[in-house]
């Protein structure tokens, strides 16, 4: 109520109320009812006057702009000086008001002057704050709005170069405690803002040599917090990531890559490799918040991958093909990881999106020997559905490479039609292969014909309308159906 009357009297009709509202703390410091409602009472006026969440009329945007800028010019030295205050009596005794207080000030931070907060006094103040485990995350919160604040490039880079937030990040102990996971996230969405901001002010010829150390300082804490182990840390670091391949897309038009650059994009892959992986928490059976999460998390990955596929093929088939190399010499693979020979045949499968037609091809003889080796290790018959699902994607999407190759009559068409595909235990194993053998036998007509009666007799009491269909849906019998015409 005191807000909506603020809103129509101030300030022609009460241009004191914040004089007012400031004596009153000033008077009471230490009763802590009036400043939680000082408190309150600003962040009810970010909601009404700042706040572009609650649509207003013309009429009224005029208005707020109106009082936001009266406010500028009389009111917000006072109102930070108090906000100050405020978080060096209370910090200690009571944690619930600091909060409140930090929250204030994140939410003007975007329309105010900066230097009034960031000052030797108020900066200094933020961090000792943040050693302390109930306001760290709101110091954090407050730190990224001043990196966030509109400003021009030069301004930005001068201001982050002021906050020291390299070494200020470096000091925050890397872990996987649940206590210290909210406050890694805020610090992973605060590093990837400083390498978006420094990515952004490195391709202009006029920024270029004073963002590239903040650069390089953003690279380095780029890799700490996307290799977290907890996907939350490391998802927020994901858009800088992607920027910075897009940028040695454009470096690589003119110049030769550095060791530097070479190293990252190792870095990368393994990194990609390491943080593809399933845990033992995930649910194959039953898709949750947690499960649905990591599959789009996975996805965000396979699209860094991707791009560093078509940005430097030669390091990533061989990055791949090392990866093969070690999963071949495990003398038996179902004793092995199986969430790490997914990651690998992951990769291989993947690896294809990324790859123009033309080395695809010059690159068949590699993909061609690994899929008949994997053939002979019987990978399509691995205790764990991902591993055999997998492994017969990757047949999907090299198959125009396996024409001809006497693997492909001999043993991926049998295993495509036995207990390890369409009659295969779980229901997504046989409605994956009823699809792919579908498309096989489109794209690779002439590989099928020879073998048709063959084919026709392993899967007619599949191909029916009735209910014996061995476990098949409808669209998995009618995808066999399709597959023989």
Not at 55 to 77: A, G, H, N, W, Y
Not at 187 to 210: C, F, P, R, W
Request: with cysteine.
């Amino acid at each position: 109520v005191l807000v909506l009357l603020f809103k129509v009297e101030f300030p022609h009709n009460w241009p004191t109320f914040f004089d007012d509202l400031l004596a009153m703390v000033k008077n009471n410091t230490t009763n802590a009812l009036i400043v939680d409602m000082f408190l309150r009472v600003m962040r009810t006026i970010d909601q009404e006057i700042v706040s572009r969440e609650i649509p207003k009329t013309k009429q009224e945007v005029e208005l707020c702009t109106s009082i936001k800028d009266f406010m500028r010019d009389k009111c917000l030295v006072k109102i930070v000086s108090t906000w100050y205050n405020i978080l060096l009596q209370y910090h200690l005794v009571s944690p619930d008001l600091a909060q409140l207080t930090l929250e204030n000030i994140k939410l003007f931070i975007g329309w105010i002057d900066i230097n009034l907060v960031v000052n030797e006094p108020m900066l200094t103040l933020f961090f000792k704050l943040l050693s302390f485990d109930n306001l760290r995350e709101h110091v954090m919160d407050c730190l990224y709005e001043i990196v966030n604040k509109g400003m021009n490039l030069k301004d930005k880079l001068a201001l982050m170069k002021t906050l020291q937030l390299k070494q200020l990040i470096d000091a925050i102990p890397i872990n996987n405690d649940e206590n210290n996971l909210d406050f890694l996230i805020k610090t992973s969405k605060l590093v990837n803002l400083m390498g978006v901001t420094t990515l952004e002010a490195y391709q202009i010829a006029e920024h270029k040599i004073d963002s590239a150390r903040a650069l390089s300082d953003s690279l380095e804490l780029l890799f700490k917090y996307i290799n977290h182990p907890d996907d939350d840390v490391s998802s927020p670091t994901l858009p800088f990531a992607t920027l910075y391949i897009q940028l040695l897309k454009k470096i690589q038009k003119e110049e030769a890559f550095s060791e530097q650059h070479m190293t990252h994009l190792q870095l990368f892959l393994q990194i990609i490799a390491h943080k593809l992986a399933y845990d033992d928490n995930f649910n194959f059976e039953k898709m949750d918040e947690y499960e649905e999460d990591f599959i789009v998390y996975r996805k965000e990955l396979d699209n860094l991958f991707k791009s560093i596929t078509q940005l430097h093929p030669g390091l990533v088939g061989t990055f791949v093909q090392g990866s093969i190399a070690s999963l071949l010499q495990i003398p038996n693979l179902d004793q092995a990881d199986s969430y790490q020979i997914e990651v690998t045949l992951h990769l291989l499968w993947k690896m294809g999106e990324g790859l123009q037609e033309a080395l695809l091809q010059q690159n068949k003889d590699f993909f061609v020997n690994t899929i008949v080796i994997l053939t002979q290790k019987n990978i399509a018959s691995h205790h764990h559905r991902m591993v055999t699902g997998t492994y017969f994607d990757i047949v999907n999407r090299y198959s125009r490479l396996l024409s001809g190759s006497e693997v492909l009559k001999s043993s991926i068409i049998v295993s495509l039609l036995d207990q390890r595909g369409i009659r295969n235990s779980h229901p997504a194993i046989r409605a994956k292969c009823c699809d792919i053998f579908m498309r096989l036998a489109k794209s690779l007509k002439q590989e099928f014909i020879p073998m048709l009666a063959t084919i026709v007799a392993s899967i007619k009491d599949l191909v029916t309308f009735g209910e014996n269909r061995s476990g098949l849906s409808l669209e998995d019998s009618l995808n066999l159906f399709e597959g023989l015409e």
